[in-house]
């Protein structure tokens, strides 16, 4: 790959979720284009770094960041190096694309404080290779593939923080109206909120129970009706219900009946004599 360095697309996503600074962000890619291409290592410190980038007085910021990234593992080295210069810093999940490697990553906390650098095939098919400074390998079984576990871990945060509302049953909102001891008719509590599409004004719903315990707040018994209903300004709910149907399904015979788009609220039945009610006495 001449003259191109290859960089991971989630580091940018971590430096917009603001869990790298842009200092550190900087810092990690300036390492990633100067490890060497068949290692994933850069060899170095931060005096080295800050030479290189031209202002030598950047040492000890460079030096906590360092820190930084080797605590959020994006980085690692031993502990106490620098102190006689140049040391190795392996930089993780860096894709090897020279030498005998190439095509493979570094993972560089697979033996944590060893510091030793092991290199995982990217379809974790093959085996893993394992360096260390005397040049012996050892072969260990193969980890998933870093991409796929990076989106499996996403998938599943997603779903945790976003639970999926079920509708309850007519059984469930039953039992739950008897458990509670209210007066809220099951039937009707549940056709409302299936013929709206299971909203509570313009948002989803996210907790049945919650519904069920409004209605009982608002005093919507049996059949939907509000406990006492309010009679209406222009006339007296005896009027109503002497001008209403005796045999109405929707009003009982009361002449009022509960609003279908306006839970808890009450309205003249469609059964009501206005001939009757307007007639003066």
């Not at 031209?54 to 106490?80: F, M, T, V, W």
């Not at 013929?195 to 004004?201: A, L």
């Not at 222009?234 to 109405?248: R, Y």
Request: aromatic fraction near 8%; hydrophobic fraction near 30%.
């Amino acid at each position: 790959m001449n003259n191109f360095t290859a960089i991971r697309n989630p580091l940018l996503d971590h430096l917009v979720a603001g869990k790298l600074s842009l200092f550190d962000f900087g810092l990690l890619v300036f390492l990633i284009m100067r490890a060497d291409y068949s290692s994933g290592i850069y060899q170095g410190c931060a005096l080295t770094i800050a030479c290189q980038c031209g202002d030598p007085s950047e040492k000890e910021h460079i030096q906590k960041a360092l820190r930084r990234l080797r605590d959020k593992k994006y980085i690692n080295y031993r502990n106490g190096d620098g102190s006689r210069g140049a040391y190795p810093i392996l930089i993780n999940k860096f894709f090897v694309t020279d030498g005998e490697l190439s095509g493979k990553r570094l993972n560089a906390w697979k033996q944590a404080n060893l510091v030793l650098p092991e290199y995982e095939n990217q379809n974790g098919e093959a085996t893993l290779e394992a360096l260390s400074r005397n040049g012996e390998g050892t072969v260990k079984a193969p980890n998933k593939d870093n991409k796929t576990q990076d989106r499996e871990d996403v998938k599943t945060k997603a779903v945790t923080a976003r639970p999926i509302f079920k509708p309850p049953t007519l059984e469930e909102v039953t039992a739950y109206c008897r458990e509670r001891g209210n007066q809220v008719d099951s039937r009707q509590w549940l056709d409302h909120y299936t013929s709206n599409g299971w909203k509570v004004g313009r948002n989803p719903m996210k907790d049945w129970k919650a519904a069920v315990r409004t209605w009982e707040k608002n005093g919507i018994g049996h059949a939907g009706h509000r406990a006492p209903a309010p009679a209406p300004a222009s006339n007296s709910h005896k009027d109503l219900e002497n001008a209403a149907d005796p045999d109405c399904t929707r009003c009982q015979g009361c002449g009022l009946r509960p609003s279908w788009q306006k839970p808890g609220v009450s309205v003249d039945c469609e059964c009501i004599d206005r001939t009757a009610v307007e007639t003066p006495s």
